[in-house]
């Protein structure tokens, strides 16, 4: 595993990635850390889908349906 730490004040929605060319195209998890003991809360969904999974069925042709829709356009 390769690891790079930074420690930047954010004064903006985007940062630099240090060392770019060795994470580009690969997949990456970053982490946010700040020693606030505040929370900040993280945008939830606002429609909650768990209630139907499983509860709508789909009668007819999907791919007739959706050619149908985009010949609409």
Partial sequence: MYAV????DI???FIK???FDKFNN???KII?????????PLKKNKYKLD??????NWEGDAV?????LRDEW
């Fill in 17 to 19: 990635v240090p060392e």
């Fill in 26 to 28: 690969k997949h990456v």
């Fill in 51 to 56: 209630d139907l999974f499983g509860k709508l």
């Fill in 32 to 40: 946010f850390m700040t020693d606030s003991t505040e929370s900040i």
């Fill in 5 to 8: 730490e930074i420690e930047e």
């Fill in 64 to 68: 007739k349906e959706q050619r149908r």
């Fill in 11 to 13: 004064k903006q929605e």
